[in-house]
């Protein structure tokens, strides 16, 4: 009788198996819209922003793309995960990343030595800089705190505070402007910080993420777009991506192995002369721009 019930059973699920009821269906991904540059995740630690594809290296044919010729090769500390960089008055000031290692230098351009240095406390992962009215400002990721600096001494005269990620920052004469990490450039007053207008950034009306390292240079601000060789130069008034600059192939496949990503540009307004390096770069160069055939 058992083994009765058994074949029954078995027969049983035998026919279950093989009518035509249908699987439960695979559940799909969810569509997404193709940006012109997305990003992997931010360095160590790691970031609320998720990543959303691997990096695209090469420039949207919307607009024109610059390459470089490179000008001077001058070395910089393989230590120094550049977040910010400005130049003035002969030398370089850098701003410094990672917590425990973070710092505001001020750095001689010929020789790489770092002339001056205040370390900033290890709870803090210093971003971008830019210097205003003679005081160093100085962004912070995750904390949502800036700090202000007098340019000579290095002594904190001030802090400030904001409501997203600190990346990068520099000014047009008149506003501080932030990047968040986003598609969105942010213009603060230099007095009170507080956000006087955003624009969102876009490429042939797509926007434009992970916007990083600024600079403000002729009238346009220059973005460094995070985790690729390319620089964005965008119209400050309405967002628009003007024109590309790919920047790859600075440094060799060996030195590459060891270093992180493009972060830092720096532009001497009066030598009309172009500065450019990345996290723990061991060279700093000066490039002049020359539009790549299309």
């Given amino acids: ?23 439960a269906a695979r559940p799909t991904a969810q569509a997404t819209i193709a940006l012109p540059i997305v990003a ?21 044919a919307s607009v024109l793309t610059y390459t470089y010729e490179v000008v001077n090769i001058y070395p910089h500390d393989p230590g120094a995960f550049t977040q910010g960089l400005i130049y003035t008055d002969g030398v370089l000031y850098e701003s410094t990343g990672l917590n425990g290692r973070s710092s505001l230098r001020r750095v001689a351009l010929e020789t790489g030595e770092v002339l001056q240095k205040r370390d900033v406390a290890e709870q803090y992962f210093a971003e971008g800089l830019t210097l205003f009215d003679n005081r160093l400002i100085q962004l912070t990721w995750q904390n949502r705190v800036g700090f202000v600096y007098d340019k000579e001494s290095f002594e904190p005269t001030g802090t400030f505070s ?55 240079v002729n009238g346009e601000v220059w973005a460094n777009v ?6 964005a130069r965008v119209d400050p008034q ?10 790859s192939g600075l440094l060799t496949p060996e030195e590459r192995a060891s270093a992180d990503v493009l972060n830092g540009i ?8 172009l500065f450019v390096t990345g996290k723990l ?5 000066e490039i002049r721009l020359i539009p790549a055939a299309r």
């Fill in 266 to 273: 720096a532009y001497d307004s009066a030598g009309d002369r």
């Fill in 281 to 285: 770069w061991p060279k700093l160069f």
């Fill in 40 to 60: 992997t995740a931010r360095a160590t630690p790691t970031p609320a922003l998720a990543p959303t594809a691997a990096p695209t290296q090469t420039p949207p």
């Fill in 162 to 216: 904001y409501t997203t990620e600190g990346w990068g920052i520099t000014h047009d004469g008149s506003q501080l402007i932030m990047s968040d990490g986003s598609a969105m450039l942010r213009f603060l007053d230099p007095q009170t910080f507080e956000v006087q207008r955003e624009v969102q950034v876009t490429d042939n009306g797509t926007p434009v993420v992970r916007l990083n390292e600024l600079e403000y």
């Fill in 238 to 247: 309405t967002g628009r991506v003007l024109s590309w600059i790919d920047l």
């Fill in 1 to 23: 009788m058992r083994r009765q019930i058994a074949c029954l059973l078995g027969c049983v699920v035998l026919l279950a198996a093989c009518s035509g009821a249908p699987a």
């Fill in 226 to 231: 995070w985790q690729t060789d390319l620089v």
